[in-house]
């Protein structure tokens, strides 16, 4: 055998032991919104739990709706998401198990530093939406199933308002995530409500700002569950309860709690364990 020919099966065999040991890294996959993502807590969280478990993380970032559809169909181990009464039916109709509160934040209103509907300093959100609907001043929505469509469409409900049907072309669904309704909503100087954690995280703020915040309704809470193995056999439950158990321990907790933008806390933990 010439040199070069041993060099080359050497070479070979480095590269096949090297993608041995990658296919056998012990990973997971989390179904999760799109905010987690779009704020930079997972790319601040996971590094972290990696280093700490040598698990790997592999991440589905799709609006709350999508996420637990996910779930449903087993096509992950664990879901991570915000919007309580979702999560709940989710639990209650056998998809998952061992919900557990892991951290909030809060929605806010962000429109145009003009505010043409005149909204600006209230705590009022549902007064808000009210006045926005009755200048028909253009609101940009999600419309993606999203935890934050599905908050959005709760307020609108609560105002006695339906955007959808109310007339005008003042409402506008992008049916993406919060980055790409930001930026639609900057270009077209309209409203929308947003996670803080994405809009802390947002770059394209250009002529928006925060215009309505602090209403009790506004509170943004953070679930997560386990995929039922139950239903789901090939869901890999020791590996997901082992990110649960962290997420949920001092050591997550501190870590969701250090993540900050300029200074700024963009979730708060708050795990209360199984309910």
């Known amino acids: 055998m010439t040199e070069l020919v041993r060099s080359l099966a050497a070479a070979f065999l480095l590269v096949l032991a090297a993608s041995t040991a ?7 996959t989390i179904a999760s919104t799109t905010s987690t993502e779009e704020s930079g807590l997972f790319g601040y969280l996971l590094p972290t739990f990696t280093k700490e ?6 991440v589905v970032a799709v609006g709350t709706g999508q996420a637990l559809k996910i779930g449903e169909r087993g096509d992950c181990d664990v879901v991570f998401v915000h919007d309580r009464p979702a999560e709940l039916a989710f639990v ?4 998952g198990i061992d919900r557990r509160e892991v951290m909030y934040n809060d929605f806010i209103l962000v429109g145009p530093r003009g505010d043409p509907a005149q ?10 939406f009210r006045k926005i609907a009755d200048a028909k001043t253009p609101f940009v929505a999600r419309g993606d199933d999203s935890g934050t469509s599905k908050a959005e469409m709760r307020l609108w409900k609560e105002a006695g308002i339906d955007p959808k ?12 995530a919060m980055g790409p309704t930001l930026n639609t909503a900057a ?13 802390l995280s947002f770059k394209n703020k250009q002529n928006l700002t925060i215009v309505v915040e602090g209403d009790r309704r506004l509170f943004n809470q953070y679930g997560i569950m386990l995929v039922n193995p139950a239903k789901h056999p090939h869901v890999k439950q020791d590996l997901g309860r082992k990110f649960i ?5 001092a050591s997550g907790q501190q870590t969701i709690a250090d993540h900050r933008i300029n200074g700024a806390q963009l979730f708060f933990p708050d795990a209360k364990g199984s309910p």
């Open 92 to 95: 209650e109709h056998g998809f």
């Open 165 to 176: 049907t109310a007339g005008g072309s003042w409402y506008r669904d992008t049916g993406s």
């Open 187 to 199: 270009a077209m100087d309209g409203y929308t409500l947003s996670d803080r954690g994405t809009w």
């Open 53 to 58: 478990t040598g698990i790997q993380i592999r």
């Open 119 to 128: 909204v600006d300093g209230g705590m009022e959100i549902v007064v808000a």
């Open 245 to 249: 158990d962290w997420l949920t321990s």
């Open 22 to 28: 990658v296919a056998q890294e012990p990973f997971i």
